[in-house]
């Protein structure tokens, strides 16, 4: 059974700093392509990164490109996202979710990371 | 940028058919993709590669995709069917999700 559970989240202050990870299992970890997709209150669904397989490839969305960065241990089945100078307006939920042919076949419960002073 | 555009609620009532579209520039030439998310949800897939429904999503579901609109169709529409949906394709190598549409069976 394909699961990805995300951790991490938590409540900062505007200008600092928080990692949140997605640990998966049930799959092969290392053939799928992996993304980061956030969730204000009450609002839409945002993309905000993917990563390539190997790793060596990531995109970002232009509200976090310099601020947040993509990685992942394809040894350890874990997804990351790096998250810098956080603003108010990343508050939201954030989902991991497994790339298949250009969609998005898996996704995890979600974090909360709430940016308040 | 590229954008896609979903009207923000449709209602139907049971028995019916629920149309809800997603309009982009040249959209048919893109693949398409519809999520369900109820509340306190994470969204699930319903609709992949415009008209694909994965396995465990009924029939009542279907898809298409051509010119500048992709359509969400749900035939019989039942009350486990009220949720926010979302249209969701690629532009270069970004994501783009549609606003989402919330689907309310009167």
């Known amino acids: 059974e394909v699961q990805l559970v995300e951790s991490g989240g938590g409540v900062v202050q505007p200008g600092e700093s928080l990692r949140i990870s997605c640990a998966a299992s049930?799959?092969?970890?290392?053939?799928?392509?992996m993304h980061w997709v956030r969730q204000g209150p009450g609002k839409g669904l945002v993309w905000v990164s993917r990563?390539?397989?190997?790793?060596?490839?990531?995109g970002h969305a232009d509200s976090v490109k310099g601020r947040f960065t993509t990685s992942r241990d394809n040894a350890k089945n874990t997804l990351y996202l790096q998250m810098n100078s956080l603003r108010a307006e990343d508050t939201a939920v954030y989902y991991c979710a497994r790339e298949n042919a250009g969609t998005f076949d898996f996704w995890g419960q979600g974090t909360l990371v709430t940016v308040s002073s | 940028s590229y954008e896609v555009t979903q009207p923000p609620s449709v209602s139907v009532s049971p028995g019916q058919t629920a149309s809800i579209t997603c309009i982009g520039d040249e959209l048919g030439e893109k693949s398409a993709s519809w999520y369900q998310q109820k509340p306190g949800q994470s969204p699930v897939m319903v609709i992949y590669?415009?008209?694909k429904r994965p396995l465990g999503i009924p029939e009542r579901y279907s898809g298409s995709n051509s010119g500048n609109t992709a359509t969400l169709t749900i035939s019989g529409t039942q009350a486990m069917d009220e949720a926010d949906y979302y249209c969701?394709?690629?532009?270069?190598?970004?994501?783009?999700f549609g606003g989402g549409t919330k689907l309310t069976v009167l």
């Open positions: 049930g799959f092969i970890f290392s053939n799928y392509w």
């Open positions: 590669q415009d008209t």
């Open positions: 990563i390539k397989s190997g790793g060596s490839d990531t």
């Open positions: 969701q394709a690629w532009d270069s190598r970004s994501v783009i």
